[in-house]
């Protein structure tokens, strides 16, 4: 999902990326009511990474779920505020 300001959604982005393989980026950037240079973005992003490019960057770097450990005992619990270990 996007952030509600911004102006294309992952469906719109693939559009936009439709329009751009037979026109230039900056007439189609000015149809669709962005810059140039966010339009490049996102053609460059799906020719480097494919379909997975045209997500959210936080979306298509961080899988969905939580992760665990292998061995949380080995973690190192720090009090509140401090930032390096005592020594």
């Known amino acids: 999902m996007s952030h509600r300001?911004?102006?294309?959604?992952?469906?719109?982005?693939?559009r936009l990326?439709?329009?751009?393989?037979?026109?230039?980026?900056?007439?189609v950037a000015a149809e669709t009511g962005i810059s140039?240079?966010?339009?490049?973005?996102w053609v460059n992003r799906f020719r480097r990474h494919g379909d997975l490019?045209?997500?959210d960057r936080?979306?298509?770097?961080?899988?969905v779920g939580v992760?665990?450990?292998?061995?949380?005992?080995?973690?190192?619990h720090l009090p509140l505020g401090r930032k390096t270990i005592p020594e």
Not at 58 to 63: D, I, K, M, Q
Request: hydrophobic share 35%; glycine share 4%.
């Open 17 to 27: 990326i439709d329009r751009c393989q037979n026109r230039p980026i900056a007439h």
């Open 58 to 63: 936080w979306l298509a770097l961080h899988p």
């Open 67 to 76: 992760r665990v450990r292998a061995h949380p005992e080995q973690q190192l």
């Open 53 to 55: 490019g045209l997500l």
């Open 36 to 41: 140039r240079a966010c339009a490049s973005k």
């Open 5 to 14: 300001n911004a102006p294309l959604s992952p469906e719109g982005r693939r």
